[in-house]
């Protein structure tokens, strides 16, 4: 399952073309322990990258907000940075977990 975000840039592993296309990113989103390919552009946001990964792993968006994005090993404070912004390039791996620990049982 492929889900599609923005509209914007994309090209070879580690480089963007022309103005316009889009790219493929992986995110894993833990809860459903799922990688979702997403396509995005440069000016596609955290919060709609994430948006969209926990609506095709989840099958829903309730409780987003209780959600963190994490790139490079960080977790992204702010989540209207742009792929761009954030340094995303062509299959770029992203996770969506949440922001809280789950106590394993």
Not at 43 to 48: E, F, L
Request: charged share 25%; hydrophobic share 40%.
């Amino acid at each position: 399952m492929s889900a599609a975000v923005g509209g914007g840039e994309r090209g070879e592993r580690g480089e963007r073309g022309e103005r316009g296309e889009r790219y493929a990113v992986r995110v894993m989103v833990t809860s459903a322990w799922e990688q979702v390919p997403l396509q995005v552009d440069d000016s596609t946001t955290v919060a709609q990258l994430k948006h969209e990964a926990l609506r095709a792993a989840m099958k829903t968006t309730a409780n987003e907000e209780s959600y963190v994005v994490k790139f490079r090993g960080a977790t992204v404070l702010d989540e209207s940075l742009t792929m761009r912004a954030l340094g995303a390039v062509p299959n770029a791996p992203l996770i969506v977990l949440p922001s809280r620990r789950q106590p394993v049982r």
